[in-house]
């Protein structure tokens, strides 16, 4: 590396002001941290939409108050609307898949640590990654604006099917310009992905320390590198869905609209297009999505889980040759959410056996990780707890994903709560978990100081059970046949699952409430809390052989040089059960 | 490229270890030469998948409904291609020029700036062109909206045209630095420029290939 940097020089001076050191940044930690933030905003702004929708489906009458500020006509008096109703999910899903489950666990912390943990100063492309975060915060800006605009959010859902999103203003309200912004922000957003996936690869692949092989790669490093590599592709892909969606809505083609539409009473003016190649382009972005929102957490966990156990996992190698071949398979399912669609039904069945495949190297890392555990003597923190619990997750909301991922059994349930129950389980919740478990891990380091544990401990169990009190039920209302989507229920068959649904809306709410224990951490630990040692968890990796929090060089200046795999726990090493990557030590082996 | 943030530095000697603890020391990036050619890859990558995304749709709406018909293509096309490949030779003539000097400090590295200003006349020309492409169309009465074929057209041809300005961009910022500061001017950064110049052109001649059998 020194012959490569004497060779190449790309330097930037030490931040000045207050705007180049914390808003224009071009430090991949401060960048990070902004993501991070971004995450939370949008993540807390989704969960209240959530307490909208939960409470509109089991008091459909009652007013909230100040509602009617929100929109005038999506709430008048304080009720919400079932159009409204509609609005709400559309940006719950949107915040959440794009702005959270995207930003936080692969944005945030791959930003915040993936430079730190191969041993380079900062990302590739520094200015590149500036622009990333900034084009995404416009892209967040733009999608929330549809809240104050007139038309109100679109109506039609995260997945935004053609031809109803293709139509314009007879689909309905939000559907006319609230629906505009929607697209433009979704392909803003794809363009900020792009950019960073680019730069997290070339990272990866070009300003690795001296001795960091891949194979010495933490696994939550391989896990961003292999999300960044399906973030390349499927964000490709979504851009021009999303360009050909904008216009058909604005310039009067018809890529997605088919002859003969009427919508609203009206014949729509297009002829020939396909709505089934909108949800072609849009799954073949959507299911590698669901992996970009888990695999991050996936590394995290285990990269926590080590730490905890004090001993290596049973085999690391699988665990990251499986995240591969989940990101491989990947590419390979995306019709498995168009069972429904009017598919061709053999084309269903070819869908179906790579998405029953890809459940093989998720259990596989479901057993090593159980396996690891079997005998380890686990030191309890509330990141290891959320650690643990994002396995129990992943397990209980990916048991159902064998039945749906079978037409026969998928046509009947689709429709219905137990898949709403599911994809919360296994890439919602989950991948919070992971973030939470990040968080709880990785704050010292950012910050300097550490989170107060038994409020962090206090906040797993509550999030722990609560969580499993939303989404268990949503399994059993599926069963039963309580259809999704709808704003209510009122005198038909699902009568007698109010009491489940009241149920799930107390749980949902008082999970919420619980989130506010996490907040006070954040902040109060940000301000009052213990200042954090170099290495507190008495970890192995880079990031724990800086100070925390890390001086905008990362390493002072210093090239660190690699001697050893980056898990040596539960060996004699001079500072204890553990030997630091960095260390030139002999290890045991 | 903002100058006030982004500092290039001439002596290697400051990228030691050595002055870390002064706060005048500079950010390294070691080895970003390898980084950019692999961005750029990755990049190129990244727009491949983009354009068979938008050529798979073709395929797809092609197959949807009977409204399928024949676009010619304006004649004009053939003479932008030709003007963009040349492009390509000029810019490997440049390539060869900057890559016989030993430093890019050296005045002879803006040997090269001719046959860059030849890369960037030639690729004016064939935006120009294309631009010219579309008033043909449209005189014709062939409008974006106006059939999936036409759609097609001005969907690719436009998403191309970007990219191309995009290249057009880099190639005046390059050629900026090797006029203004040629030290300054990393020669993965002019690698880069070059290879991505290139896939304009391979990226081109698919498009056409699509265009001319399918439209």
Not at chain 1, 159 to 167: C, D, E, F, N, R
Not at chain 2, 89 to 101: C, E, P, S, Y
Not at chain 2, 150 to 169: C, D, E, K, N, P
Request: with cysteine.
């Amino acid at each position: 590396m020194e012959e490569a940097s004497a060779q190449q020089v790309h330097v930037y001076a030490p931040p000045g002001g207050f705007l180049q050191k914390y808003v224009f940044s071009l430090d991949h930690k401060v960048i990070g941290k902004q993501y991070y933030a971004l995450g939370l905003l949008a993540v807390c702004m989704g969960m209240a939409l959530s307490w909208l929708m939960r409470f509109h489906l089991v008091w459909p009458t009652t007013r909230i108050p100040g509602l009617e500020l929100l929109s005038k006509a999506g709430a008048p008096g304080g009720v919400i609307t079932p159009e409204y109703y509609l609005s709400l999910l559309t940006m719950h899903g949107t915040l959440m898949v794009f702005f959270v489950l995207t930003n936080a666990p692969f944005a945030a912390f791959g930003n915040y640590f993936l430079p730190i943990q191969i041993g380079a100063e900062d990302m590739a492309f520094p200015r590149f990654n500036m622009v990333s975060f900034w084009t995404t915060l416009v892209a967040f800006l733009v999608l929330i604006l549809a809240f104050v605009i007139p038309d109100g959010p679109p109506i039609s859902g995260w997945t935004s099917y053609a031809p109803l999103s293709a139509v314009g203003k007879d689909a309905g309200p939000g559907m006319g310009w609230g629906m505009n912004l929607w697209g433009i922000s979704i392909a803003i957003f794809c363009v900020g992905s792009l950019l960073g996936a680019l730069n997290f690869i070339a990272t990866t692949l070009d300003l690795r320390a001296k001795g960091m092989t891949l194979m010495r790669m933490p696994i939550c490093t391989w896990a961003w590198f292999i999300t960044s590599c399906i973030a390349l592709l499927a964000f490709a892909v979504l851009l021009p869905a999303c360009i050909l969606l904008i216009l058909d809505r604005t310039a009067g083609t018809s890529f997605y609209i088919p002859s003969g539409l009427v919508v609203s009473d009206r014949l729509q003016p297009h002829s020939g297009g396909s709505p089934l190649l909108w949800q072609h382009l849009f799954w073949f972005f959507g299911h590698p999505e669901v992996y970009i929102a888990i695999l991050p957490s996936m590394g995290i966990v285990s990269h926590i889980l080590i730490n905890s156990m004090r001993k290596p996992l049973l085999s690391a190698r699988v665990i990251i040759y499986s995240m591969m071949s989940i990101g491989f398979l990947s590419w390979m399912v995306w019709g498995h959410h168009m069972f429904v669609s009017g598919m061709n039904p053999f084309s269903s069945l070819l869908f179906s056996f790579p998405t029953l495949t890809i459940t093989i190297p998720a259990t596989i890392m479901t057993l090593i990780w159980l396996g690891s555990l079997y005998g380890a003597n686990i030191r309890i923190s509330a990141a290891s707890l959320f650690a643990l619990g994002f396995i129990s997750m992943f397990v209980s909301g990916g048991v159902s994903g064998f039945f749906l991922a079978q037409p026969s059994i998928d046509i009947v349930l689709h429709a219905t709560y137990f898949v709403v129950g599911h994809f919360h389980m296994v890439m919602g919740v989950a991948s919070i978990f992971g973030v939470f478990a990040g968080t709880y891990f990785w704050f010292g380091k950012m910050t300097g100081r550490m989170m107060n544990e038994t409020l962090g401990q206090l906040h797993f169990w509550l999030t722990f059970i609560g969580t499993y009190c939303i989404f268990m039920p949503f399994h059993y209302l599926g069963l039963v046949g309580n259809v999704r989507r709808y704003s209510a229920f009122v005198n038909d068959f699902t009568g007698p699952l109010m009491p489940l649904h009241k149920f799930i809306t107390i749980a949902a709410l008082g999970t919420g409430a619980a989130q506010l224990i996490f907040i006070f951490n954040l902040i109060y630990s940000r301000y009052r809390g213990v200042p954090a040692p170099e290495n507190p968890w008495n970890g192995t990796t880079l990031e724990w052989s800086i100070p925390s929090p890390p001086p905008w060089n990362n390493f002072g200046g210093k090239h660190p040089v690699i001697y050893h795999d980056p898990y040596q726990y539960n060996v004699k090493g001079s500072k204890g059960d553990y030997i630091m990557q960095d260390s030139p030590e002999p290890s045991a082996g | 490229m903002s100058s006030t943030i982004y500092q290039p530095v001439r002596a290697p000697s400051t990228l030691r270890g050595s002055t870390a603890s002064t706060a005048r020391v500079a950010k390294v990036l070691s080895g970003s030469g390898g980084a950019s050619r692999s961005g750029i890859w990755v990049g190129i990558f990244a727009i491949t998948m983009s354009f068979a995304a938008f050529t798979s749709a073709l395929f797809v709406r092609q197959g949807s409904a009977a409204d399928w018909t024949h676009i010619t293509l304006p004649s004009l096309l053939y003479a932008n291609t030709l003007a963009l490949l040349l492009s390509s030779a000029t810019l490997q003539m440049a390539r060869r020029a900057i890559a016989a000097v030993p430093t890019m400090e050296s005045r002879t590295a803006r040997r090269g700036l001719g046959w860059l200003l030849a890369t960037l006349a030639l690729g004016f020309v064939f935006v120009a062109g294309q631009y010219e492409a579309w008033r043909q169309l449209a005189a014709q009465g062939l409008y974006l909206a106006t059939n999936p074929n036409s759609s097609f057209y001005y969907v690719l041809t436009a998403m191309h045209g970007l990219h191309v300005l995009a290249g057009i961009a880099a190639l005046i910022f390059v050629m900026s630095r090797l006029a203004a500061r040629p030290a300054a001017l990393r020669r993965s950064t002019f690698e880069a420029t070059a290879t991505y110049w290139h896939f304009m052109g391979v990226l081109w001649l698919y498009l056409l290939l699509v265009l001319r059998t399918k439209l």
